[in-house]
């Protein structure tokens, strides 16, 4: 059974960073791609970032430039480092695996998300 679990949310100031972290269970990070997606209340998911099992990765326009994926020493864990955070990055951040690997934004299973807010 995947579960996907995320923690690391919390406040913080524009311009600020913040983790995430996501453990990952029912399968291995050696075989399938893992990474994160962001939703505003109301509005349509975000595709943000992804590690293929390959080490490969893929961010969204938005983010490019500011927020890393990488995986932990533990290796069911996957971590967003968040740099240089906006306004508009609030939202609720899930940790998700893809149905196509990270060639399109195509989200399989996903946690509970952990709310970002950044604040001016």
């Known amino acids: 059974q995947v579960q996907l679990v995320e923690s690391g949310g919390g406040l913080a100031q524009s311009g600020g960073s913040l983790r995430l972290s996501c453990t990952a269970s029912g399968f291995s990070l050696d075989y399938y791609s893992i990474g994160w997606f962001r939703q505003v209340p109301g509005k349509g998911r975000e595709g943000i970032a992804c590690r293929g099992p390959d080490g490969g990765r893929r961010y969204g326009d938005s983010v490019k430039g500011r927020f890393m994926i990488s995986r932990g020493n533990a290796k069911n864990t996957v971590y967003l480092q968040m740099n240089k955070l906006k306004p508009e990055d609030t939202a609720i951040y899930y940790c998700?695996?893809?149905?196509?690997?990270?060639?399109?934004?195509?989200?399989?299973?996903w946690g509970q998300g952990t709310q970002v807010s950044v604040s001016t």
């Open positions: 998700t695996t893809f149905s196509n690997g990270c060639y399109e934004w195509s989200f399989d299973y």
